[in-house]
Each structure stands twice: as structure tokens, then as C-alpha cells.
């Protein structure tokens, strides 16, 4: 008896145990973006995999025709663009030449009307024949004449070009589209392969060569044995002496005569309860008090993970030494 209570004084009451615990892991479902037929099934039930390992190939036939489509569409848009860009370079050259001529034209009709001026003076004191004065008339209103041409030609010229830099913007928005419907195509393509996301291990194998498939349908499990944890259901009695840091002794149900050490993670911020699908709701009827759990996630040593010896799933029994708190950690 004495013995019994000095244990107890000395280790039993700091050590917080539960058997309410299992071995975690997040595991990824494999499942396509796209809809299609499995063309191949690269991997084997419980097979392990490196990251970006294929796994699964759907027909891409369908696929690799929409991209190539709008390959062809986009080269069209983009030669079209270019022939464009061509007409405004060519357009600008005819209104650098019209606004060249409009120059040489109102010099020439400012000649024109100071010779026309000192014509009309000249024939006020009869110094100017008649037919002299018509040909300085008749020369001013062609420099005039030509003035205003070559102002018709600089307009013309200003709304062809305006004309086609609106072509060239709804081309150019055309193209910016395609491109990005050519690489939405691409992407699709490159889903048809499906690739493992991390290191793990192919689990729950449900899918066949030749099945119809859908986005988003399980087709496999990825389980990553290597950054597996341990999901300790603590009560919430036992909470109070629970700190992040602290050391946790690890049996594994498979293993009995083994024990890992592994640490206190983190503590959820909520019970078990509150995150199922149908939180109790205890506002109305009888009541009936039942002490809640809170999930504790505790870390396995990389040696035991290494083994490739520990699944998810398995029963474990965690035992956490309240002594071992870090200095200056709290709960959480």
C-alpha cells in the first residue's frame, strides 16, 4: 500500500493518460479537375510514390484538339494584328506627307496673296494690266484651292488612322482572350495527368481503366506515412495540466512492447462534438451531463515513421508527462 501511494506521489499523478487516441494523417483524395475516360492507371494498391509521381492518365485526345484549335485561332488573330500594325505605320507615313504638303501649299498661297495684294494696288493706279492682275488672282485661289485639299487629305488621313487603331484594340483584346483560352486549353491538357501531390502511400484504390469519371471523383487515397501525428482525445477534466512541448510516451496497439516518445503539438480550440455534423444542442428536453473531449495532436519521432511500420488508423494509448512543461509555454 505504501508503495502503491508513493508511486502514485512521486509519477502516477503527473502522468495524464488515454487510450481514446489514434494515429493521423492528412491524406488527400486523388481526384481528377476534368471529366474523361481512365486511359491508364500508373500506380498499384498500397503502392508508395514520390511527389509528382504520375498516377493516373484520362484520354486527352479531346483535349489536345481544343488546345491545337486554339492555337490556330490565336496565330490568325496575331498575323492579323501584325497586318494592322503594318496599315498604321503606312497610314502615319500618308499624314506625315499630306501635313508636308499643306506646308509647301500655305507658303506657296501666302506668296500668292502678297502678289495678289501689291497687284490690286498697282492696278488701282493703272501700273498693272488687267490680264496681269486675273494670273495673280487666278494663282492665289489655287494656293488656296490646294491649302484646303491638302487639309481634306490630313483629315482623311487622321480617321483611317483612328479607324484602324479601333481594329487594332478590338484585335488586340481578341488576342489577349485566346491567349488566355490557349492557356486555359493547356491546363486542361496537363490535367489529364494526375500526379501525387506529396511522398505517401496509394490507399482505398476504387478506380478502373476505362471508367467514366467526373471532376472532383475520388479516385484514390494518398496517405503520407511519413507526417503522420497522433490524435489524443483528452478529457476536458484533464485539460488544466496539458501545455504544448510537453513529452508524450506513444504504445501503439500493434506494437505493444514498444514505446515512442513523441510532444504535445497543439491543442484544438474546440471539443470533438462541436465539429461534427450535428453539434448537440441542449437548449431544449432533459439534459444529461457527459464530459466532452478535446483532441491533443502529439508528434511521432521520425524514427518510428521511418520504419514505414505505423498506419493511419491505428489505436494507440498516450501517456503525457505534465512535469516536462516547457518554461514560458502556455496551452496552446
Not at 13 to 19: E, F, I, K, Y
Not at 107 to 130: F, G, P
Not at 156 to 183: C, F, G, P, Y
Not at 276 to 302: C, E, H, M, W, Y
Amino acid at each position: 500500500m505504501l508503495l502503491v501511494s508513493y508511486k502514485w506521489l512521486t509519477h502516477w499523478r503527473h502522468v495524464l493518460t488515454t487510450d481514446d487516441a489514434y494515429v493521423q494523417g492528412d491524406i488527400a483524395a486523388i481526384a481528377p479537375k476534368l471529366n474523361g475516360y481512365i486511359e491508364e492507371i500508373a500506380v498499384k494498391a498500397n503502392q508508395a510514390v514520390k511527389k509528382d509521381d504520375v498516377l493516373f492518365r484520362l484520354e486527352s485526345g479531346d483535349y489536345q484538339i481544343s488546345l491545337e484549335q486554339t492555337k490556330a485561332r490565336l496565330d490568325t488573330q496575331q498575323k492579323t494584328l501584325a497586318r494592322i500594325d503594318a496599315q498604321i505605320i503606312a497610314a502615319r507615313s500618308v499624314l506625315d506627307d499630306a501635313q508636308a504638303q499643306k506646308t509647301a501649299a500655305s507658303a506657296i498661297a501666302t506668296n500668292a496673296q502678297l502678289t495678289l495684294q501689291r497687284a490690286t494696288e498697282l492696278k488701282a493706279d493703272h501700273y498693272v494690266s488687267q490680264s496681269n492682275f486675273d494670273n495673280a488672282k487666278s494663282a492665289y485661289e489655287q494656293a488656296i484651292a490646294n491649302v484646303a485639299r491638302t487639309d481634306a487629305q490630313i483629315a482623311a488621313a487622321q480617321a483611317n488612322i483612328r479607324v484602324l487603331e479601333a481594329q487594332r484594340n478590338e484585335i488586340e483584346s481578341e488576342t489577349k482572350s485566346l491567349e488566355l483560352m490557349r492557356d486555359k486549353a493547356k491546363r486542361d491538357l496537363d490535367s489529364t495527368i494526375l500526379r501525387a501531390p506529396f511522398n505517401g502511400v496509394i490507399g482505398n484504390l476504387t478506380a478502373k481503366t476505362g471508367d467514366f469519371v467526373v471532376n472532383g471523383q475520388r479516385l484514390a487515397a494518398l496517405v503520407p506515412i511519413h507526417t503522420l501525428y497522433i490524435e489524443a482525445n483528452y478529457k476536458e477534466t484533464q485539460l488544466k495540466n496539458i501545455y504544448s512541448g510537453q513529452t508524450a510516451y506513444i504504445s501503439v496497439d500493434a506494437f505493444k512492447n514498444e514505446v515512442f516518445k513523441g510532444k504535445v503539438l497543439s491543442i484544438s480550440p474546440a471539443t470533438g462534438a462541436v465539429f461534427s455534423l450535428l453539434p448537440p444542442q441542449n437548449a431544449t428536453g432533459n439534459f444529461t451531463k457527459i464530459t466532452q473531449r478535446i483532441p491533443v495532436r502529439i508528434s511521432i519521432p521520425d524514427d518510428a515513421l521511418k520504419s514505414g511500420r505505423i498506419r493511419a488508423g491505428m489505436s494507440v494509448l498516450v501517456k503525457i508527462d505534465t512535469r516536462t512543461r516547457p518554461q514560458g509555454k502556455n496551452s496552446l
